[in-house]
């Protein structure tokens, strides 16, 4: 069922003031639902008595010096508009979006949108752009209850209160150009050069193995397409304080491939978190900020264990490892930016008397992009 009726909608542009309001904006307001409940009003043709531009203390000289024909907005929380009905034979001009406008900037008032309607189109503005600002929506008649959806989108209570609705950063900030808090909003991270050894009792044994242990081709070559193959991603993250005052970065990985995110996430290294001593983030790219994290896992023997390209393999081998990871960053306006260097250790235990662990290092750049 339409919201206008299709003969209000064709005789729009020969309606009177008085007509515009109750044939085309009533329906429509009765639809939004302002005024039918306790979480809306709706006020109709308030007087508002002195100028909006007043300064100083009002006095019983003030008179009136007009009315909107609307004020609906949200009890309790942020949120409302006004609206003006012009005759068919009146054109929106200038004049009377400025008219609009005084009232929804008014003192009295402080509405965030004003919508003018004279029978041929619908506009809405938003107040704080002002009065010259184009209109956010424009709606010939005609079209009203087939985009009425537009309407909706920003005079609905529910979307009225998401737009409307403000949260003052309180904390202290980040650093220049950053609030106590920022979302990471994705990111990637480059690796420079790597570099692995084996060491068995403690000796080095990474050249002997090497040449004799075929795993260790294949590992390298894994390696080699971290490198130079796959483009490697930041999902997400967050900087934030907490309640000591202390800068908290937290990151989630994607991984090289799906694989690689699911052996990733077995070992509880999907997810990081870094601390720094730092007060600020820098914003000086000669003088990056240092964070840190260190992180513990273990691989029962006999795990499922995804590689890099889609094969699972099954652990021989208990492994318990840890990962260090070391990160500088700075933020220069837009972007953060920075380098890194990770060494993970892997410790497997063998059904041997020696010891046998394996140690990989990899440093490279990073560039995230927070939500400002």
Same mark, same amino acid.
């Given at each position: 069922?339409d919201l206008?009726?299709?003969?209000a909608?064709?005789? &729009?542009?020969?309606?009177?003031?008085t007509e515009?309001?109750?044939?085309?904006?009533d329906?429509?307001?009765?639809?939004? &639902?302002y005024?039918e409940?306790?979480t809306?009003?709706l006020?109709?043709e308030?007087?508002?008595?002195?100028?909006y531009?007043?300064?100083?203390?009002r006095s019983?000289?003030?008179?009136?010096?007009?009315?909107?024909?609307?004020?609906?907005g949200l009890?309790?929380?942020r &949120?409302?508009?006004?609206?003006?009905a %012009?005759?068919g034979?009146?054109?929106?001009?200038?004049?009377e979006?400025?008219?609009?406008?005084?009232y929804?900037a008014?003192?009295q008032?402080?509405?965030?949108y004003?919508l003018?309607?004279?029978g041929?189109?619908?506009?809405?503005?938003e107040?704080?752009?002002?009065?010259s600002a184009?209109?956010v929506v424009a709606?010939?008649?005609?079209?009203?209850?087939?985009?009425?959806?537009?309407i909706?989108?920003?005079?609905s %209570?529910?979307?009225?209160?998401?737009?409307?609705k403000?949260?003052?950063?309180?904390g202290l900030k980040?650093c220049?150009?950053?609030?106590?808090?920022?979302?990471l909003r994705?990111?990637f991270y480059?690796i420079? #050069?790597?570099?692995y050894?084996?060491?068995? #009792?403690?000796e080095?044994?990474?050249?002997?193995?090497?040449?004799?242990?075929?795993?260790?081709?294949?590992?390298?070559q894994?390696?080699?397409?971290l %490198?130079n193959?796959?483009?490697?991603?930041?999902?997400s993250g967050?900087?934030?304080?907490?309640e000591?005052? +202390?800068i908290?970065?937290?990151a989630?990985?994607?991984?090289?491939?799906?694989?690689?995110?699911?052996?990733?996430?077995?070992?509880?290294?999907?997810?990081?978190?870094?601390?720094?001593a730092?007060?600020?983030i820098?914003?000086?790219?000669d003088n990056?900020t240092l964070?840190?994290?260190?992180? #513990?896992?273990?691989?029962?023997q006999?795990?499922?264990?995804?590689?890099?390209?889609?094969e699972?393999?099954?652990?021989?081998?208990t492994?318990?490892?840890g990962l260090?990871?070391?990160i500088?960053?700075?933020f220069n306006?837009?972007?953060?930016?920075?380098?890194?260097?990770?060494?993970?250790h892997y410790d497997?235990a063998?059904?041997?008397?020696?010891?046998f +662990?394996?140690?990989?290092?990899?440093?490279g750049?990073?560039?995230l992009?927070?939500?400002?």
């Open positions: 069922m206008i009726a299709s003969y909608i064709a005789a &729009g542009p020969t309606y009177n003031e515009v309001r109750y044939y085309l904006i329906p429509l307001i009765r639809h939004l &639902g005024g409940d306790e809306s009003y006020d109709l308030r007087v508002l008595k002195y100028p531009f007043h300064i100083g203390r019983g000289k003030d008179v009136p010096l007009g009315k909107a024909d609307y004020l609906a009890k309790g929380a &949120g409302s508009f006004v609206v003006e %012009k005759a034979s009146v054109a929106i001009t200038n004049l979006v400025e008219q609009a406008h005084s929804a008014h003192a008032v402080g509405a965030n004003f003018l309607c004279n041929h189109e619908l506009r809405i503005y107040t704080l752009s002002g009065p184009q209109p709606i010939p008649i005609a079209e009203v209850n087939q985009r009425f959806h537009e909706e989108n920003i005079l %209570k529910v979307n009225l209160a998401r737009l409307c403000v949260e003052y950063d309180r980040l220049n150009g950053l609030g106590s808090a920022v979302n994705s990111g480059k420079i #050069d790597q570099n050894r084996i060491f068995v #009792d403690g080095d044994h990474t050249q002997v193995l090497r040449a004799n242990l075929p795993q260790i081709a294949q590992m390298e894994q390696l080699e397409q %490198k193959v796959f483009i490697l991603r930041v999902e967050r900087l934030e304080r907490d000591n005052g +202390r908290l970065a937290r989630q990985m994607s991984g090289a491939t799906e694989p690689n995110r699911q052996g990733m996430e077995m070992m509880g290294i999907d997810q990081l978190s870094f601390t720094t730092a007060k600020f820098s914003i000086d790219a990056l964070f840190e994290t260190i992180k #513990d896992f273990s691989i029962p006999g795990t499922l264990m995804p590689q890099l390209m889609g699972v393999g099954q652990m021989a081998n492994v318990d490892g260090f990871l070391r500088w960053m700075y306006g837009q972007e953060i930016i920075g380098e890194f260097h990770a060494s993970s497997i063998l059904p041997v008397p020696q010891s +662990r394996m140690e990989i290092e990899f440093t750049t990073f560039k992009v927070p939500d400002l």
